[in-house]
């Protein structure tokens, strides 16, 4: 195919990366602690582990796994925990094992955990002890037979970490009793590690490195086979992107987002290459402790969410935070409203550089160049050695300007869906080409537009009415907090679109949101039903507002109305 964008790459970008410097994420880490051995490596709770410091840890953990607990290369481990120094032990300890990691999101339910549990047939688990009682419930029908229990403290300084254990155990009441029979404490498996010789495991690019588990929201979560190759080209492109503006062992990173999302991993991956300074925040909800990291360390990049960054521009202190030294700021994850790009603009004089990938692709197929002076509202050129076509539902190329399926090729795409064969088949067209689920527009440059999800788009009278769209505009009010966009039934149109709103005014109504409305968009695009809600709409780990939970929030309530 004609890679049209390659002409329009930024200098310096080639259009090839060399995929094949490491043979495995093993390698890659082994590298980069010989590197960059005496740099801080992660810091988190105001303490920092350097790159050497880390890799003692790692090799701690993996000899635990393999010598102790008798873990085997291919077996999968599942770390269900917030962004804390543990996590990068557990993470680069468990490859080192040759184990394979299955991010699991700690705010899970029993059910969903046992289904994930026993869906990956991971048969280990480390865990933060204020999640241990949802194990508890969800161990009996899975295969685990290895549970390590680690505190919020357990790799801080002494006395801090025996000050914040008491505090986060007696005196917030953050940790539910829990009773798991055999359970190993984290810092126990690191000492028993230490008197092991560190594993001789051997794994390579085709070596599965991650289950990585999407399409909750959607239906029945399906793991992602990401090998250590997907992984290892996915950092490669994406370090390559930022050539020029990122200098190796001089960055500071900001990762705000929990890591058990792929988003957040292999971000915080390629500043591992980059040999960067990582600050682990631990609950990005509490954003003026948030605001309080970026004033105490020299932040040069970050990055975040649409729904982040909204929440910090809310908060007068971020005035107070010194942007002069910070390069880049990242957004993902989600689509970046345009008023929410503006107003960060305003206040820091950094452009939002948005990106889009997806789970099955570890995740970044495209980015905006880095150097750009404004926010686009794009979602901006294929990576290095990635392919992007516009296709139809036959799997026929779309001429440019034409909406349709976004389709990617590349070394980043995963292997498949774990043990699911005909949802792996549904996805990939036979040449090989993913079906990302998304539609999207691209121009003669080579420049993508995200439209919107395909299962969202709604049909008015036939015509089609993207949320992003409708979000955007909705959100340009500036007494709107959040907003989603959802079908509605209609008895004339077959659907129409319906708005469910947060007030950040609580003056607001929805005539006068209608009126705004008017001005922006067309007849068949304009919400028929507006709602207000209290609080806040229900959101993934990362910040993302959940369209099909709040339409079956919706959907319940009316039914509830009409039984009565």
């Given at each position: 195919?004609?890679k049209?964008?390659?002409e329009?790459?930024p200098?310096?970008i080639?259009?090839e990366?060399?995929?094949?410097?490491?043979?495995?994420l093993?390698a890659?880490?082994?590298w980069?602690?010989s590197?960059?051995?005496?740099r801080?490596a992660?810091?988190?709770?105001h303490?920092?582990?350097t790159?050497?410091?880390?890799?003692?840890?790692?090799?701690?953990?993996?000899a635990?796994?393999c010598?102790?607990?008798?873990l085997?290369?291919?077996?999968?481990l599942?770390?269900?925990?917030?962004?804390l120094?543990q996590?990068?032990?557990?993470?680069?300890?468990?490859?080192r094992?040759?184990?394979?990691?299955?991010?699991?999101?700690?705010l899970?339910?029993?059910?969903?955990?046992?289904?994930?549990?026993a869906?990956?047939?991971?048969t280990?688990?480390?865990?933060?002890d204020?999640?241990?009682?949802?194990l508890?419930?969800?161990?009996?029908q899975?295969?685990?037979?290895?549970?390590?229990v680690?505190?919020?403290?357990d790799?801080?300084?002494f006395?801090k970490?025996?000050?914040?254990n008491?505090?986060?155990r007696?005196?917030?009441?953050?940790v539910?009793?829990?009773?798991?029979?055999d359970?190993?404490?984290?810092?126990?498996?690191?000492?028993?590690?230490?008197?092991c010789?560190p594993p001789?495991?051997?794994?390579?690019r085709e070596d599965?490195?991650f289950?990585?588990?999407t399409?909750?929201?959607?239906?029945v979560?399906k793991?992602?086979?990401?090998?250590h190759?997907?992984?290892?080209?996915n950092?490669?492109?994406t370090?390559a992107?930022?050539?020029?503006?990122?200098?190796p062992?001089?960055?500071?990173?900001?990762?705000?987002?929990?890591?058990?999302?792929?988003?957040?991993?292999?971000?915080a991956?390629t500043?591992?290459?980059?040999?960067a300074?990582?600050v682990?925040?631990?609950?990005p909800r509490?954003v003026?402790?948030?605001?309080r990291?970026l004033?105490?360390?020299?932040?040069?990049?970050m990055?975040?969410v649409n729904t982040?960054f909204?929440?910090?521009?809310d908060?007068p202190?971020?005035g107070?935070?010194?942007?002069?030294r910070?390069?880049?700021?990242?957004?993902?994850g989600m689509?970046?409203?345009?008023?929410v790009?503006?107003?960060w603009?305003q206040?820091?004089?950094r452009?939002?550089?948005?990106?889009?990938g997806l789970?099955?692709t570890?995740?970044?197929?495209?980015?905006?160049?880095?150097g750009?002076?404004t926010?686009?509202g794009?979602?901006g050129l294929?990576?290095?050695?990635?392919?992007?076509?516009i296709?139809?539902?036959?799997?026929e190329?779309?001429p440019?300007?034409?909406g349709?399926?976004?389709?990617?090729?590349?070394?980043q795409?995963m292997?498949?869906?774990?043990?699911?064969?005909?949802?792996?088949?549904?996805v990939?067209?036979?040449d090989?080409?993913?079906?990302?689920?998304?539609?999207?527009v691209?121009?003669?440059?080579?420049?993508?537009?995200l439209?919107?999800?395909?299962?969202?788009?709604?049909v008015?009278s036939?015509?089609?009415?993207?949320?992003?769209?409708?979000?955007?505009?909705v959100a340009?009010h500036?007494?709107?907090?959040?907003?989603?966009?959802i079908?509605?039934s209609d008895l004339?149109s077959?659907?129409?679109?319906?708005?469910v709103v947060?007030?950040?005014?609580?003056?607001?109504?929805?005539?006068?949101?209608?009126?705004h409305?008017?001005?922006?968009?067309?007849?068949?695009?304009?919400?028929?039903?507006?709602?207000?809600?209290a609080g806040?709409?229900?959101?993934s780990?990362?910040g993302?507002?959940l369209?099909r939970?709040?339409?079956?929030?919706?959907?319940?309530?009316?039914?509830?109305?009409?039984?009565?």
């Open positions: 195919m004609h049209v964008w390659l329009h790459y200098p310096g080639p259009a990366v060399q995929v094949d410097v490491f043979k495995s093993n890659l880490f082994a980069i602690c590197t960059y051995g005496d801080p992660f810091s988190n709770l303490t920092t582990l790159w050497h410091e880390l890799e003692g840890l790692v090799h701690r953990f993996a635990y796994l010598s102790v607990a008798g085997r290369g291919g077996d999968r599942a770390v269900m925990m917030p962004n120094l996590y990068p032990v557990a993470l680069f300890g468990a490859l094992a040759g184990c394979v990691v299955v991010n699991v999101n700690p899970y339910t029993a059910r969903e955990l046992q289904h994930q549990l869906d990956s047939g991971a280990a688990i480390v865990v933060l204020h999640f241990a009682h949802t508890e419930q969800a161990l009996p899975t295969a685990v037979r290895h549970v390590i680690t505190q919020v403290g790799l801080l300084h006395p970490a025996q000050i914040v008491l505090l986060v007696r005196v917030r009441h953050m539910p009793d829990w009773r798991i029979r359970a190993v404490r984290f810092a126990d498996a690191l000492r028993r590690g230490a008197e010789a001789a495991v051997q794994v390579g599965c490195a289950l990585q588990y399409g909750g929201t959607t239906g979560p793991g992602a086979v990401l090998s190759g997907n992984l290892l080209a950092i490669e492109q370090a992107w930022v050539t020029g503006t990122l200098a062992g001089a960055e500071t990173a900001l990762v705000p987002l929990p890591l058990y999302h792929v988003f957040a991993l292999t971000a991956l500043f591992c290459r980059l040999g300074h990582i682990l925040v631990t609950d509490d003026p402790a948030l605001i990291e004033r105490h360390y020299p932040v040069s990049v990055i975040g982040l909204g929440a910090l521009l908060q202190a971020l107070k935070v010194p942007m002069d910070l390069k880049l700021v990242v957004a993902g689509a970046v409203q345009r008023p790009a503006e107003r603009q206040a820091t004089g452009p939002l550089i948005e990106g889009y789970t099955e570890a995740p970044i197929v495209c980015a905006n160049p880095v750009q002076h926010f686009s794009a979602i294929p990576l290095p050695s990635t392919e992007v076509a296709m139809d539902d036959r799997g190329e779309l440019y300007g034409q349709g399926e976004i389709c990617v090729r590349g070394p795409v292997q498949g869906y774990w043990n699911m064969p005909d949802e792996t088949a549904r990939f067209h036979a090989g080409w993913l079906r990302t689920g998304d539609i999207g691209m121009d003669e440059r080579g420049v993508v537009r439209v919107d999800r395909k299962k969202d788009v709604i008015v036939g015509f089609k009415v993207y949320p992003n769209e409708v979000e955007e505009v340009m500036p007494g709107v907090a959040e907003v989603a966009a079908r509605a004339h077959g659907e129409t679109v319906k708005i947060v007030r950040r005014d609580p003056a607001l109504t929805a005539e006068d949101l209608l009126a409305c008017s001005q922006y968009l067309t007849g068949y695009k304009l919400p028929r039903i507006v709602v207000f809600r806040v709409l229900p959101k780990p990362i993302k507002i369209r939970v709040v339409w079956a929030e919706e959907e319940s309530t009316a039914s509830s109305m009409a039984d009565t």
